[in-house]
């Protein structure tokens, strides 16, 4: 009973595979491009054989028959002139004697046709002479004599001539199709009614031409007729069309076996592989039941295969929504083209994706998800994808956690930033801050010296985030400190160093700084540079990017600075900024890069600099294309009036 319930749940789990859609497709798939292709291919190519073997059977029996017709006819001249020279003739006389001759006359017509009085002729003629049964003779007419001859040596003939096969058939008859003899022993060699009827039915189509018609008599053959020019008979022979098809026969059985393994092979392989699919569909049914957060799992089409749709807060993805779309069906989408993109590009950074959705619930509650796309894959093989698998998590209560502390981080860092535009004559300026996230490792000031000087200044520190803020608070308080001792640039980046090395932790302990020194009563301006990317200079339509000057901050114990001295010249145009925004990139991970912002500068050495910040800031949302920044951003545009 146990193997019966054990038999019954293998042939449930089978069934249950071939009724599958994977199974259906796979095997649809299999058999339209493999086994539909070769059944076309060789049904075309076995009736491509047919076509040339009946052509080659028509051209190649005529030529053999016309042998056998040119071999019987020599055959039957020299037999009856032996037979005449050897006087071994039945009968020789005239006309008028043959009709009185007391057993041929029984056998023979009355009347001799007319063409044997007019010339020499022969003609078969059935006869019972000796025995109680009839035989085959000969009666030849030479003028006004006559000859009647046993056919006996022309039967033995027709049995072992070569040029014919032990399966065909051979008939040899009079001209008028009245009679004649046959290779068939059964018959008593004399033709049946049978094949009375084609062959007189051949002779009235094709008269005395040699041609090959295809017949009935309880099986098909091929018969075919040519005439013995010197004497008044026509040949036939008639050959199984079978034969000629064995060959096609068996090569089409060896296919339809060859075809029905295809097809067994296909059912098995599909039956395997879905079988396979199903057991990985079942475990991981049983792994996302289990899984705390939802999930979703597609096949290659962006098909959904398994589906959890309820997230760890006992929400439904199904009833939250981005812009008026359900998060159900724009991960649907979102699905299909990470899969599109991933096909598109092969390396591993496109296997997965992971980014927060703000969405609102159906209480109009604000619901924060973290979703990831990842790749899926059979077992170990990481060459072919079967789909792909997003995690969605509710990240609502961390994200809340994580904007409050981010909120102290902002107001914190805001403090330590300046608070106010300071009114410099001859000299208006702009800037803009963009952290990566709500607060930054990015340092910028502008303070009054004194005496009519004034300092903008600009420092990176490593890394993003609340760490990076934090750094950058501590060199913040350190330049203040060093630019209330002394405000000499070169003395200010040999204490920046020396604060740098003693104050940071080791991981931070490298920050490139540079600075805009305005001295408007000696008419100078110095420029600072510790291993910063140069500032971009436009004088006269002209273009200056003085890089690193000097080592980065922290690099090294001491090194002598060197301070670049420029003239302050009216409609000059300095921009300082941070690597940020040379490395904004695109979708296609192009960076912007310092040619495309001069020439983005040079175009708009016209425009006020508020003017030039607004479109700035625009340049950089569209050549981003909706991509994440790199890192922050800080900028400052001078403009001397």
């Known amino acids: 009973m146990q193997k019966l319930k054990g038999y019954l749940r293998s042939f449930q789990s089978i069934f249950e595979i071939i009724r599958s859609k994977s ?5 649809f798939s299999l058999f339209f491009l493999i ?12 009736y ?144 049946n009614q049978g094949w009375s009827e084609s062959i007189l039915s051949s002779i009235k189509e094709a008269g005395k031409l040699p ?80 899984f705390p957060h939802a999930a979703a799992l597609y096949d290659l089409d962006g098909k959904i295969l398994l589906i959890n749709p309820i997230l ?4 439904s993805i199904r009833n939250l929504f981005v812009s008026n779309k359900s998060v159900y069906d724009l991960l649907n989408e979102e699905a299909v083209l990470f899969l599109s993109n991933a096909r598109k590009n092969k390396d ?48 609502t209560s961390k994200k809340l956690v994580f904007e409050k502390e981010m909120g102290y981080a902002k107001t914190l860092q805001k ?17 803009f801050y963009q952290p990566l996230i709500q607060v930054g490792g990015d340092y910028y000031d502008f303070l009054d010296l004194g005496n009519d000087r004034y300092i903008f200044v600009i420092a990176d520190i490593v890394g993003h985030g609340v760490q990076a803020a934090m750094m950058m608070t501590v060199v913040r308080v350190l330049f203040h400190q060093i630019v209330k001792e002394t405000t000499v640039p070169g003395e200010i980046l040999v204490k920046m160093n020396s604060g740098v090395r003693n104050n940071l932790p080791d991981s931070y302990s490298f920050v490139p700084l540079h600075f805009l020194c305005f001295d408007f009563k000696t008419n100078v301006i110095q420029y600072g540079n510790a291993g910063h990317p140069g500032m971009i200079h436009i004088s006269q339509n002209q273009i200056s990017i003085p890089e690193r000057l000097n080592p980065m901050l922290g690099m090294l114990p001491n090194f002598t600075p060197k301070i670049l001295e420029l003239p302050i010249r009216k409609e000059d145009r300095f921009y300082l900024f941070t690597d940020g925004l040379r490395d904004v990139r695109n979708l296609k991970k192009e960076e912007l890069g310092d040619d495309e912002l001069v020439s983005f500068f040079l175009e708009r050495s016209s425009s006020p600099m508020t003017q030039v910040k607004d479109e700035l800031i625009q340049k950089i949302k569209m050549y981003s294309q909706g991509a994440t920044y790199p890192d922050d951003i800080t900028w400052i545009g001078l403009h001397i009036n």
């Not at 086994?35 to 076995?46: D, G, Q």
């Not at 032996?82 to 001759?101: A, C, R, T, W």
């Not at 609102?360 to 509650?365: K, S």
């Open 23 to 27: 199974f259906l497709k796979l095997f």
């Open 35 to 46: 086994i539909l292709p070769y059944a076309i291919y060789i049904t075309s190519v076995l």
């Open 48 to 191: 491509s054989n047919y076509s040339e073997s009946l052509d080659w059977n028509y051209r190649f029996q005529l030529t053999r028959v016309q042998l056998l017709a040119i071999d019987l006819e020599n055959h039957i001249r020299d037999h009856l002139l032996v037979q005449s020279k050897d006087k071994i003739h039945y009968f020789k006389g005239n006309p008028e004697e043959l009709s009185l001759h007391p057993v041929l006359s029984k056998c023979f017509p009355n009347t001799i046709p007319k063409e044997f009085l007019e010339e020499r002729s022969a003609y078969f003629f059935p006869c019972v002479v000796d025995s109680s049964e009839e035989t085959n003779w000969i009666l030849l007419l030479e003028g006004k004599s006559v000859w009647v001859y046993s056919a006996d040596f022309l039967e033995d003939l027709l049995l072992d001539t070569p040029y014919s096969e032990p399966n065909e058939t051979i008939f040899i008859v009079n001209n008028d199709g009245s009679y004649g003899i046959s290779s068939l022993i059964e018959d008593g060699f004399q033709i």
């Open 211 to 290: 041609k090959i018609r295809e017949v009935t008599n309880k099986e098909t053959y091929f018969l075919s007729s040519f005439p013995l020019y010197g004497l008044p008979f026509h040949l036939f022979v008639a050959s199984p069309k079978e034969s000629i098809l064995i060959p096609i026969r068996k090569e089409l059985f060896q296919n339809i076996i060859f075809l029905s393994l295809l097809g067994v092979l296909s059912i098995g392989l599909s039956a395997w592989i879905a079988g396979r699919e199903m057991e990985d569909k079942r475990k991981l049914n049983i792994v996302f039941n289990e």
């Open 312 to 315: 760890e807060s006992k929400i």
């Open 348 to 395: 591993s950074i496109a296997n997965t994706r992971k980014e927060e959705w703000e969405t609102v619930g159906t209480d109009e509650e604000t619901v924060f998800l973290e979703i990831q796309f990842h790749l899926w894959y059979l077992d170990n093989n990481t060459n072919n994808a079967r789909g792909s698998l997003v995690l969605v998590q509710d990240i």
């Open 415 to 431: 403090k330590y930033l300046p608070q106010a535009r300071i009114q410099i004559p001859n000299l208006s300026y702009d800037y």
